[in-house]
């Protein structure tokens, strides 16, 4: 018996490739409501730029003799919710939608928050509940997607998977600060400007 094909009507595809050419990547064989993922993907989007803007605040008020290594921490998190923000983007116009890139709304769109915090533990506080937020969030999206829209949704549990190794580096973080008894309240700078 022959082996079932894994595409039955290989015809019928390439017909309907060519003749909505025009959707780019957006065949006939997409299960998922686009408008709703697109939407979905904006706020993911702004959660990671809102992320990008926290980190990259804490990086430049931890700089303080005892912080550099969280400093550093703060850092690599900023960059890497850059790449999320970037990969998310370019999915949205692979998905023919527009990345929201606006500054306007940027905050209520994102699920997570813009918190300052007062010294580096509450940084990195405020930044454990950023990630916590971002799982919870992106968990959902995963779900929602299921196998309507298979590469969105890997897209979705990788950046997930991120955001886990970032929340597990912050608790570590906590624990190492609250071992060393320093530099548990060290104050952030008033202003870069006076350094
Ligand atoms: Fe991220
Ligand atoms: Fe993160």
Same mark, same amino acid.
């Given at each position: 018996?022959?082996?079932?094909?894994?595409?039955?009507?290989?015809?019928?595809?390439?017909?309907?490739?060519?003749?909505?050419?025009?959707?780019?990547?957006?065949?006939?064989?997409?299960?998922?409501?686009?408008?709703?993922?697109?939407?979905?993907? =904006?706020?993911?989007?702004?959660?990671?730029?809102?992320?990008?803007?926290?980190?990259?605040?804490?990086?430049?008020?931890?700089?303080?003799?005892?912080?550099?290594?969280?400093?550093?921490?703060?850092?690599?998190?900023? =960059?890497?919710?850059?790449?999320?923000?970037?990969?998310?983007?370019?999915?949205?116009?692979?998905?023919?939608?527009?990345? =929201?890139?606006?500054?306007?709304?940027?905050?209520?769109?994102?699920?997570?928050?813009?918190?300052?915090?007062?010294?580096?533990?509450?940084?990195?506080?405020?930044?454990?509940?950023?990630?916590?937020?971002?799982?919870?969030?992106?968990?959902?999206?995963?779900?929602?997607?299921?196998?309507?829209?298979?590469?969105?949704?890997?897209?979705?549990?990788?950046?997930?998977?991120?955001?886990?190794?970032?929340?597990?580096?912050?608790? =570590?973080?906590?624990?190492?600060?609250?071992?060393?008894?320093?530099?548990?309240?060290?104050?952030?700078?008033?202003?870069?400007?006076?350094?």
């Amino acid at each position: 018996m022959a082996a079932k094909p894994f595409v039955s009507d290989i015809k019928a595809i390439r017909e309907r490739a060519r003749n909505h050419i025009r959707q780019g990547a957006v065949t006939d064989g997409y299960k998922a409501d686009r408008q709703t993922v697109i939407k979905v993907l =904006n706020e993911a989007l702004a959660t990671e730029l809102v992320c990008v803007l926290r980190y990259k605040y804490h990086y430049y008020m931890a700089s303080g003799i005892h912080s550099k290594g969280v400093a550093a921490e703060f850092l690599e998190h900023a =960059n890497e919710e850059q790449q999320h923000a970037d990969l998310i983007a370019q999915r949205i116009t692979q998905l023919d939608g527009k990345p =929201n890139l606006s500054p306007e709304g940027l905050l209520s769109r994102s699920h997570s928050e813009y918190v300052e915090g007062k010294d580096v533990v509450e940084m990195i506080e405020e930044d454990l509940v950023a990630e916590r937020i971002a799982i919870d969030s992106y968990r959902e999206i995963v779900q929602y997607l299921g196998n309507d829209d298979p590469t969105t949704r890997r897209l979705m549990e990788e950046i997930l998977a991120k955001e886990e190794e970032h929340a597990e580096d912050l608790g =570590n973080l906590l624990q190492e600060l609250g071992k060393k008894g320093e530099p548990a309240r060290e104050p952030v700078r008033k202003s870069a400007a006076h350094v």
